[in-house]
């Protein structure tokens, strides 16, 4: 079982910044991927960054230039600059690891306001 915990969420006026940051733990034999995904009001969840194992990255094309992630070890991290307020949502960290299993943290909140 590996076990991720997210941080950094948080309220936050458009234009502004905030970086999300989450841990995995656990028995972790091999991480294939990490990533965000979010959810917003009313909406399904979506892909915002992975960064594979060779650090290949993919960005929805609703943040490319806005949003960076970045990983370290068991460790990935989002920076989020020029917020807009349709980035609101709860955001999820995930890892596809130990022979392509995916796991999921519990979300953390963005609220971007206008």
């Known amino acids: 079982q590996v076990y991720l915990v997210e941080s950094g969420g948080g309220l936050v006026q458009a234009g502004g910044s905030l970086r999300l940051s989450c841990a995995a733990s656990?028995?972790?034999?091999?991480?294939?991927?990490m990533g965000w995904y979010r959810q917003a009001p009313g909406k399904q969840r979506e892909l915002v960054a992975t960064?594979?194992?060779?650090?290949s990255l993919n960005y929805a094309d609703s943040v490319k230039g806005r949003f960076t992630i970045s990983r370290d070890n068991a460790k990935v991290y989002l920076q989020m600059n020029s917020l807009k307020p349709e980035d609101t949502g709860v955001y999820y960290c995930n890892t596809n690891s130990n022979g392509g299993v995916d796991f999921w943290g519990k979300g953390t909140l963005v609220t971007v306001s206008s």
């Open positions: 960064i594979t194992s060779g650090d």
């Open positions: 656990g028995i972790i034999f091999r991480i294939n991927r």
